[in-house]
């Protein structure tokens, strides 16, 4: 099913809707931000130099920092009169970025969302057992309104308390599940531990997202839960979840690109890159009311294509995030992404899906160790040796993979710590 008729747009509607809205994007924030105002002022670009979403790159880019400079709504181009709901991130690292919703925003919002159940197949007989958290991040909210306004019936379990989630996700009829891929592992491993098969409990299909996450982790959680897990991209500062998401073909990830218009930059010259080529991806809002962000920095690497898919969207798709620049780790000279390690240990079949990656500075050299659970049942007790070998094995496929040494440790089952949300698969011991 198609939610909407902008889904299918041929590339010239798109292409003229795109101009319009970003036109009037333009006049928009250069009259009510001052912090567009000057940077357009600066550059010497007056709204009137924009005459279709082809110019978007004579626009000013947004960071992060421009959001904490501007905390908490010196960024908002509307009256706070206006502004319905306010989110924020959870500031681990620094202060906290505040992002902002009109009513017409939320209303966007909720049929991105909406878009998305019906590109996975959701049908409005569905409940949605909705895990992710509910509060100042995105995500609970934005898969809930989501359901809503498709039609299916919301669970609003959030986060926490693994048992209460098995107990209702048995007594709920839930169909679907929404969490991060990460907490989806650990869900269904506590569930196996409880002597139950998580596949016979009736969920069909998973959006999954929040996180980076390989093909071969989908593959795993696919075959633990005996369902779909389709990829679902977003980050506040664009809207939250619905940025772009995983059809039933789960070939790449359609753009809500009559809102959210992407661009590939080279992360060196911040030049535009082509179709196909590898870079960070930059989103400008060209719908949104509260916080019209130009050309935001996502750090996130992916790549756009514009070939035909399968279920008949036109929209432009993105490839997987391989990862975020900012967590991108330089080993010795080679870019190395948390994503490319989990690759060869799910390839290899050997251990868990459950990893840390511990880097640190050792005589001026950068270390990485690989910390992963042995699969269950492997115990240090039978099999030292065996754990021997397969650090090896792994060891060696890392180096002939990745072209790094790192140093491999196989750990217990269960002794890394488990997420219910984001994953944090790094321990970053430099500079401490
Ligand atoms: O994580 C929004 C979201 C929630 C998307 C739930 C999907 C599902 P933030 O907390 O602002 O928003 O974090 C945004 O998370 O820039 C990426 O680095 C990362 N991220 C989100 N989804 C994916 C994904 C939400 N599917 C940041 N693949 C983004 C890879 C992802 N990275």
Same mark, same amino acid.
């Given at each position: 099913? %198609? ?6 747009? #041929? ?71 206006? +502004? ?5 991130? #959870? ?88 969490? !991060?891929?990460?907490?989806? %592992?650990?869900?269904?491993? #506590? ?44 980050? #506040? ?27 590939? %930059? ?58 975020? !620049? ?7 000279? +080679?870019? +190395? ?12 079949? $050997? !251990? ?14 950068? !270390? ?25 094995? %792994? ?16 750990? $217990? ?20």
């Amino acid at each position: 099913m %198609i939610w909407q008729e902008e889904e299918c747009l #041929s590339r010239d509607e798109m292409h003229a809707l795109q101009s319009k809205r970003l036109i009037d994007t333009v006049s928009r924030v250069y009259d009510n931000v001052s912090f567009y105002k000057n940077k357009m002022d600066e550059m010497g670009i007056l709204p009137g130099d924009i005459k279709g979403i082809d110019d978007v790159s004579k626009l000013p880019f947004t960071t992060k920092q421009d959001l904490r400079d501007h905390y908490p709504y010196k960024l908002f181009a509307v009256p706070m009169k206006k +502004v319905k709901r306010v989110h924020a991130s #959870s500031g681990t690292t620094g202060q906290p970025t505040v992002v902002g919703y009109t009513q017409n925003d939320l209303d966007l919002w909720a049929d991105c969302m909406a878009r998305f159940y019906a590109a996975m197949g959701a049908a409005e007989e569905d409940v949605v057992h909705n895990a992710l958290g509910y509060g100042f991040f995105t995500g609970g909210l934005g898969f809930h309104y989501g359901a809503e306004r498709f039609g299916a019936t919301v669970v609003p379990i959030s986060t926490g308390n693994t048992k209460k989630q098995i107990q209702v996700l048995q007594e709920f009829g839930s169909t679907i599940l929404v969490c !991060t891929p990460s907490y989806a %592992i650990y869900l269904g491993e #506590s569930i196996k531990a409880m002597g139950i098969d998580p596949r016979s409990l009736g969920i069909k299909a998973a959006p999954l997202g929040g996180e980076p996450w390989t093909y071969e982790m989908r593959a795993e959680i696919e075959e633990l839960w005996g369902m779909k897990a389709h990829d679902s991209y977003g980050l #506040s500062e664009i809207i939250g979840p619905g940025v772009s998401f995983e059809c039933q073909m789960q070939n790449h990830l359609h753009i809500n690109e009559d809102h959210f218009y992407p661009e590939i %930059i080279d992360t060196e010259t911040l030049r535009p890159l082509s179709y196909g080529e590898s870079g960070e991806l930059v989103f400008t809002c060209i719908t949104k009311e509260a916080l019209p962000l130009l050309r935001y920095r996502t750090r996130d690497i992916s790549s756009l294509t514009d070939e035909p898919c399968g279920c008949g969207r036109t929209t432009v798709r993105m490839t997987k995030c391989a990862g975020r !620049t900012d967590d991108m780790l330089i080993i010795r000279g +080679v870019n +190395v992404f948390p994503s490319q390690i989990e690759s060869v240990l799910l390839n290899l079949g $050997e !251990t868990a899906p459950h990893y840390v990656l511990i880097v640190d500075r050792v005589n001026n050299l950068d !270390t990485l160790e690989v910390w992963v659970e042995g699969k269950e049942g492997v115990t240090f007790v039978d099999g030292m040796r065996h754990m021997k070998e397969i650090e090896k094995k %792994i060891t060696d496929e890392i180096r002939s993979v990745l072209g790094i040494q790192v140093k491999v440790k196989l750990v $217990e089952h269960k002794t890394i710590e488990r997420s219910e949300g984001k994953a944090k698969r790094i321990i970053d011991r430099r500079n401490k």
